[in-house]
Every structure is written in C-alpha cells, then in structure tokens.
C-alpha cells in the first residue's frame, strides 16, 4: 500500500517544476500524500521520510543514482522520470510517467532488482570511509600523470597487479557507463555481478573480468607518482593513499527501479548504441 511518496527533482531541468506538480495533483487524487526536494547537485544529502513508500525521480540517470544511494537499505521502489533523451536508466518518459506509476500501483510487478555496491576503504588497520554505488567504483589518479599502480584479489585470492590509469568495478546497471566506454562488456541489468575494467592496462593482457564472486579488494601500492581518487558513482569522491585497501562487495539490499511498459533493457541499449547495421552502428 502506498501511502507517502517524495518526489527528487532535479532543480536544473526547468520543467521539472511543472512536472511535479502534475504528478502530486495525480497522487492527491489516490489518496497519496507527496512531498518534493528540489536538486541542485549530486552529492548525497537528500532527507527521505522513513514514512515514504515511494520515491520519483525527475531529471536524468544522474538523479536515479543519487537517489538509489539514499533509499536502497530502505526497501523503497524509484520511479525514474527522464526529462530529456532516454538514459539507460531512466527509461520511462515524461509522457508515461502514469502509465508505469498506475501499472505499478495495480499490480507491483513491474520492478526492476539491480545490484547496488558497499564499499569501504580501510587505512592503517581501520576503516576511514564508506559508501555505495547503483554504477560503479572508481579508483583513478586525480594528478597530471595518470599511470598508477594497483594489486587486486577476488574473494581473497590475488588476482595480480595492475599498472594503469585506473580501475573500474561496475554493477550490471554501470556496465553501460564508463566501463564499456573502457573497453567493458554489457550485462544484463538483472545479473548477479561485477565487471572490473582496467582503463587503458600498460599490460595488453590486462583485460575486462566478470565476477560472481562476493568481495573485490583493490590495494594501493606504495611509490605512486601521482594522488589517487576513490569516485563512486560519477557524485562521490574520497582522496586514497598508499597502502589504502578499498573493498568492493555486493550489497545484500537491492534498488527497485520501476519498469516502462513501453521498452525493455534490450530495446534501450539497441537505440541508445545504435545497433541499427546502418551508418551510425
């Protein structure tokens, strides 16, 4: 039963304004109370209601991610509301928001599970911060030389050392950001995994890795040339130093993405990469 919604508009799209009006009147009408907060950044911060049953984004992939980050532990679905081209998230438009929302109040079977990411970095023994991540985990030089040195496990087991300029380790759903602008593979959104992608390897046999496994473990070395950033998601950013140990794990708490009707996964990735065998493929 839904009862209370909260409503994350991006502030930066003007239409947003209007938008959530609409859809507070079409609440109101169900009975459904709604609050909204007005975005301006990406950064988490945004206080949800622990009374809300439900949360709809308007804006872009980037306002689903900062919203996932902040209900995921607490079980409340997302209705994604693109107010521009179609994202690979936010596959439902401005003019089917009702359609899915009604759908979903009927029947509660259009949900999309996907895969969110816990991660913390350990530094002289103790953790020092943590985070989650609906796309992915990045760890990157934030200087002028880019090439850094970093040892990777999997569940344990090492898995060797990589020079790079960074490392991506992406949920399914991040697997069409920047891991496969660097050279990652596509997963299905509902998989249970990860892939990690080394950004352009000073080895060629450093190549992208798809995990089932529960735990990633990426080590700083010492004598890097450069500092190192932590990057989750695009929004959130931690400074590492040597001997940081950044552990990567799957979040037992799922984000619940309501589904359009009008288009599946493979039908979003199909236009949004132009798999037409035409020119632009």
Known sequence: MIRSALIIANGMKKESKVLAESIISYLS???????VVSTSSDQDG?????????????GGDGTVLYAARAVYEMGIPILPVNLGTFG??????????QEA???????????????MLRIAVHRDGRRVWSGAALNEAVI?????????????????TPAGSFRSDG????????????????????????MSAMVITPICPFTLSNRPLV???????????????TDLMLTLDGQLLFPLKENDTITIEKSRS???????????FTEVIRDKLHWSGGMHA
């Open 167 to 190: 490392m991506i380790i992406a949920t399914p759903t991040g697997s069409t950001g920047y891991s496969l602008a660097a050279g990652g593979p596509i997963l299905d959104v509902d």
């Open 254 to 264: 799922k984000a619940l993405l309501i589904k359009s009707l009008r288009r599946n």
């Open 88 to 97: 690979y998230i936010t596959e439902i438009g401005k003019d089917e928001w």
């Open 211 to 225: 995990t089932s496994g529960k735990v990633v473990t990426v080590s700083v070395k010492e004598g890097q040339r």
């Open 29 to 35: 009408s169900r009975n459904i109370k709604a609050n």
């Open 140 to 156: 990157s030089s934030s200087g002028i030389a880019k090439v850094i040195s970093l040892d990777l496990a999997l569940d344990k």
């Open 46 to 58: 945004v206080s949800v209601p622990m009374d809300s049953d439900l949360v709809i984004t308007l």
């Open 101 to 115: 929302l009604e759908y979903y109040l009927e029947n509660g079977t259009n949900i999309s599970r996907r895969l």
